[in-house]
């Protein structure tokens, strides 16, 4: 176990895991899904501890949010959630007769169209697994809706479920994804189509542990994103290349530190029950897991308020960008930075402090200059 996860006393050993993080969730609180969203905003910030631990016990951070007096931003509307429900029924109407058109099928009637039904989210990963292997081997078009999926993240396990997975008569596997933000001319918003591709490559992932079991399968690294048409609710198709998005979140997913090595590092009595606790036992629960901020969280973590404002009242630099952090090396603070800009502290042969130090010389020369001209 690193030194750096601190010295607070730890559990004891016959404490399994999964009952642990039901004591850091609260025992009656059931468990949020760590779903493809989660885990691609893990891997943009593999660094982020609290984030790891909070999604592998299952926290829900928008009420734990709330509770801290810094409620989330993030999310999705009840009018965009309702939209996004209507556009993908209409794709998948008809045994998903538009899905199939858009990837070139003629006749829909030819395409199965599997059961997927199961007890809880280990059956139908199982389930989906089964009807894998079972389309690849009819050598036939399949059609998987909401297939769920299983993959190990951090030692905890998490179940994904995309809006679709289509079988090729190839045994080629490839995602759907379907969206409801508008493809006008032919191209999306870029942000958001990556931020799809980010979240489908996690999908591609997962079923790469599957394809990796099953005779004749291979996963497209492809996906096929299905969004409204222009200004109409009819649905039209591209095809992304998430193969750059899929090496990095491989990556990143696999720098993750295990749950189970941070959960062991958090002293005795630390919980992050919303019900059981007050707002400072739940602050200082959160302050007990180191964290990695940055502005780019304030789209993808619920906590990402709370967390910029305590990195703004230590003065940290990580909430001026994960950039700028980079280029000031050892200077952690803002109070630092200025500090070596002035000369008040500082080794002025370090290549950081003597660039800041030249940049506020040129600043006061600049300052100088305006003031005579006036």
Same mark, same amino acid.
């Given at each position: ?11 004891r ?8 993080l039901?004591?850091?969730? !609260? ?30 016990? !299952? ?9 801290l ?49 199961a ?26 809706d ?41 191209? *999306? ?8 591709a980010?979240?489908a ?14 005779d ?14 222009d ?6 198709g ?67 308020f ?12 990580? *909430? ?20 070596a800009?002035?000369g ?30 006036r």
């Open positions: 176990m690193s030194e750096s996860l601190g010295s607070g006393p730890v559990r050993p016959h404490t399994t895991l999964r009952h642990q039901a004591e850091l969730r !609260g025992p009656a609180t059931a468990p949020r899904p760590l779903d493809a969203r989660a885990l691609a905003a893990l891997a943009a910030n593999p660094g982020c501890r609290r984030r790891a631990l909070l999604d592998g016990a !299952g926290v829900d951070k928008a009420a734990l949010a709330s509770a007096g810094a409620p989330s931003g993030f999310g999705q509307s009840q009018f965009a959630f309702m939209r996004g429900n209507a556009f993908e029924a209409k794709v998948k109407a008809d045994g998903g007769m538009e899905l199939m058109r858009l990837l070139g099928v003629a006749e829909p009637g030819e395409v199965r169209v599997p059961d997927l039904a007890a809880g989210p280990e059956g139908r990963a199982a389930r989906t697994a089964l009807a894998l292997r079972e389309a690849t081997a009819a050598g036939a078009w399949a059609l998987l909401h297939p769920m999926l299983a993959l190990e993240v951090a030692g905890s396990p998490a179940y994904l479920e995309p809006d679709a997975v289509v079988v090729h008569p190839d045994g080629r596997w490839t995602v759907v994804e379907i969206k409801s933000f508008p493809m006008i001319d032919g191209s *999306a918003d870029a942000a958001k189509v990556g931020a799809a980010r979240q490559a996690v999908y591609v992932l997962a079923l790469e542990r599957v394809a990796a079991l099953t004749g399968a291979r996963v497209a690294h492809s996906v096929l994103l299905v969004c409204p048409k200004f109409s609710n009819q649905p039209t591209s095809v992304v290349d998430v193969r750059k998005q899929l090496s990095v979140t491989r990556r990143q997913l696999a720098r993750l530190t295990r749950v189970e090595d941070i959960a062991a590092a958090l002293p005795d009595g630390v919980s992050f029950d919303v019900e059981a606790c007050s707002a400072e036992q739940l602050a200082a629960a959160v302050e007990a897991v180191p964290h990695a901020y940055a502005p780019d969280c304030l789209a993808a973590c619920e906590l990402a709370h967390c910029r404002d305590r990195a703004r009242a230590a003065g940290a630099v990580e *909430a001026l960008g994960r950039s700028v952090r980079g280029e000031l090396g050892g200077l952690t603070t803002v109070g630092a930075v200025l500090a800009a002035r008040e502290s500082g080794d002025p042969d370090d290549p950081t402090v003597s660039a800041l130090r030249r940049a506020a010389a040129l600043r006061a020369e600049s300052l100088e200059a305006v003031g005579a001209c």
